[in-house]
């Protein structure tokens, strides 16, 4: 199975050396999107803008896809994502049907408990951030 997700990262405290000016609220942040499975850590990609249905296709075209060929060539993995509204859009929904005989999407249901085990990759990285 592969999962993946992505995050904002608060950037609360950094090294002086790499800091300048004068923050409020928290601080500056970044956007990531990841993915993992069983056999190895997938690619991390830096979102530089909102994450929209068309931003999360071409991750998943440009990353994702690679990477579950790579990990699962013989097209039995399983992608696990949650109910976002960019990965319950039309256009995404239509990419991982045309490609079902390469991985399968995992449904999530709806207002369900969030177990997906990204979120713990997600915290143990903020955590070493902030250190």
């Known amino acids: 199975m592969v999962v993946s997700g992505y995050d904002v990262c608060q950037a609360n405290s ?3 050396s790499c800091t300048a000016g004068h923050t409020q609220a928290g601080g500056g942040g970044i956007m990531i999107w990841g993915t993992f499975s069983w056999e190895s850590l997938g690619p991390v990609v830096v979102v530089e803008q909102t994450i929209k249905a068309a931003n999360y296709l ?3 075209a440009d990353q994702l896809h690679p ?6 060539p013989t097209g039995n993995g399983i992608y696990q994502q949650d109910n976002a ?3 319950k859009a039309g256009i995404v929904l239509e990419w991982f049907e045309e ?5 399968h999407l995992m449904p999530w249901l ?3 408990v969030d177990l997906n085990p990204m979120e713990h ?4 990285m903020k955590r070493q951030l902030r250190a």
């Open 14 to 16: 950094c090294s002086p």
């Open 58 to 60: 071409n991750i998943i």
């Open 67 to 72: 990477y579950i060929a790579f990990v699962f």
């Open 85 to 87: 509204p960019c990965h």
């Open 99 to 103: 490609h079902t005989d390469e991985f």
């Open 110 to 112: 709806p207002n369900s």
């Open 121 to 124: 990759i997600w915290d143990v």
